[in-house]
């Protein structure tokens, strides 16, 4: 059971990401991975390149954080702490995936492993690493069997391990699988939890590049973000660039996706700048008698946006433009005869579920909001409580709380409220107008 | 209304847990720790730089064999990792797939996320609710299954979804919910 594909290629050039998937959706194995070039990444730039060249080259590729927030990896690689006054130290591969209505990451790693681990070897040579670790949520049960065969196959084909590909590089992987949490994703949280602590966000500076796991120069960056490294080592940093052709300044494919009330949900291999309209089309459209009310771009944290803005292209700058935020770029579409109350509470009783109590604004705003959001939906709402809402997720929002959980819980209550303020005002009840029905007295107040 | 991943096990279990906070640490429960289990947490501890790193490795050590992570196996964990047994109650407590009190035989994780709500959560919850007899953090009075809400599964396009033990499953419908569970004996 893998996700339906709406289209596939098996052009490199075009599809660096999945064009070695097989026919079956399988795993490819070791030799079936260097058939298709697999690993030919690595060699050639342990023998022909600088981690600074590769670096150089990340950083033209303009490849932008895949884990929902879009930094530039090729910037984040610049600033990791290196040189001879400085540890070796960890590349953290995030395969924590459990924003709602992400399914990306689980596809790659279940089918093509090999990928990944080509990808985190060469950020371990750019960032100076001597080991890495893949952290993988604890339900992902096919993903870390499937990891497990592909790092024995590579240590026992000296891919991994001492003088890797017979370099003087040194470098291993080693598989930690998490026992659940959605803040484990937030990757100073998920260096705790990898140091086998409560996984509290830790604050910055200093940033993990600098002080990560142990004290050490830590890169974290997502399962897909990485994945994507060997192509732009292999074909260069214009290369990656150019295949948005002009869709946008962001660089490269992505992964996008369609969950909801859609007639074929799945995943596809894209340029960035690929509009929402025709994700939605390749997914068959709505469900038979449905009309689109509204769509979240990119996960749960993500602002939710309207029809019109259907057209806009799927990149960072454009739909943060539009008020939202392109987040892990998987569309959740939701339907005309759904309730936008009760799915932003729905939204907000997973944020308050699993804030993990540190600062007072998350972990005591997020469960009033969903209070106040329960008795709007019940009809039972009072007056101010749209207000209070409101102020609320302003309360959360950026800047004002130790981790970026909260302003990601404010973000689809803000823009419920925003384009869909008649439905909450559709559940508050009116004592105050009612009991003044009659005539005010005069002097009575 | 509670906020918090709701507690696992029934009433019954409830109650026998709590006199069992931390405070009581010293209490062994006669708990020892197989050679398996004390050799596979020593490997595990290898794969870091320090031993607490493999305190969450080592939870899921145990709680495999055993179901679910009592005051004793919290207290035996921290000898073997030489750390507080204080930290690795607090690292238990802190994860949800970390079990402090009985689960049934078989836990169903039933994803309670966006997409899956669009998709039909409330009625697969229901269906399996009064299928068992139980609601989310219960478990059945025969020990068969413990019901759980779990973060979205990674499987949205497939949605509703929910795991029985390591097993994903989607989409569920409410009519599947009989046939699905009588496969966990
Ligand atoms: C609450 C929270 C949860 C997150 N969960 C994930 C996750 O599951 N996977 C992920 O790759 N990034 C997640 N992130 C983003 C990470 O903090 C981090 O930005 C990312 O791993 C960096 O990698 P990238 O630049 O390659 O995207 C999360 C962030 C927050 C605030
Ligand atoms: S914002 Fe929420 S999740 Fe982040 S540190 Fe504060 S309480 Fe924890
Ligand atoms: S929302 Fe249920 S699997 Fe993603």
Known sequence: MTSHLFSTSTNGETHPLTWRLREDRGYVDLAEFQQKDGYEAVRITLRDLSPDDLIENMKTANLRGRGGGGFSAGVKWSLTARGDDHPRGYIVCNADEMEPGTFKDRMLMEEIPHLLIEGMILAGYANNARMGYIFLRGEYVLAAERIERALSEAREAGILGSKVCGSDFDFDIFLHTGAGRYICGEETALINSLEGRRANPRSKPPFPGQSGAWGKPTVVNNVETLCNVPAIALHGGEWYQALSGGRSDDGGTKIFGVSGRVKRPGLVELPMGVTGAELLDMAGGMRDGLELKTWLPGGGSTGFLLPEHLELPLEFGAIGKAGSRLGTGLMTVVAHNQSVVSLTRNLEEFFARESCGWCTPCRDGLPWSVKLLRAIERGEGEDGDIDMLISLAHDIGPGKTFCAHAPGAAMPLETAIKHFRHEFEAGIRHPAREAHAEPIPVGSV | ?185
Request: charged letters at 25%; proline letters at 4%.
């Open chain 2, 1 to 185: 209304m509670t906020m918090d991943t709701p507690a696992t096990g029934n009433t019954r279990a409830s109650k026998a847990s709590q006199g069992n906070l931390i405070a009581s640490v010293g209490r062994t429960d006669d708990f020892e720790l197989t050679d398996e289990e004390r050799s596979e947490i020593e490997h595990e501890m290898g794969h870091y730089e320090n031993p607490r790193a493999a305190s969450i490795g080592a939870l899921k050590i145990v709680q495999k064999r055993r179901g679910w992570i009592s005051d004793g196996a919290v207290i035996a964990i921290s000898d073997v990792l030489g750390i507080p047994s204080s930290d690795i109650e607090g690292v238990a407590t802190f994860y949800s797939l970390i079990f402090r009190q009985p689960v049934g035989r078989h836990v169903i994780l039933v994803c309670d996320s966006s997409s899956c709500f669009l998709t039909g959560h409330d009625e697969l919850r229901d269906a399996i609710s009064s299928e068992l007899g139980i609601n989310l953090g219960q478990t059945t009075g025969d020990d068969r299954f413990t019901m759980l809400p779990v973060c979205c599964l990674g499987a949205c396009d497939r949605g509703p979804a929910l795991m029985i033990n390591e097993d994903l499953h989607g989409p569920v419908e409410p009519g599947d919910v009989s046939a699905l569970l009588e496969r966990y004996s």
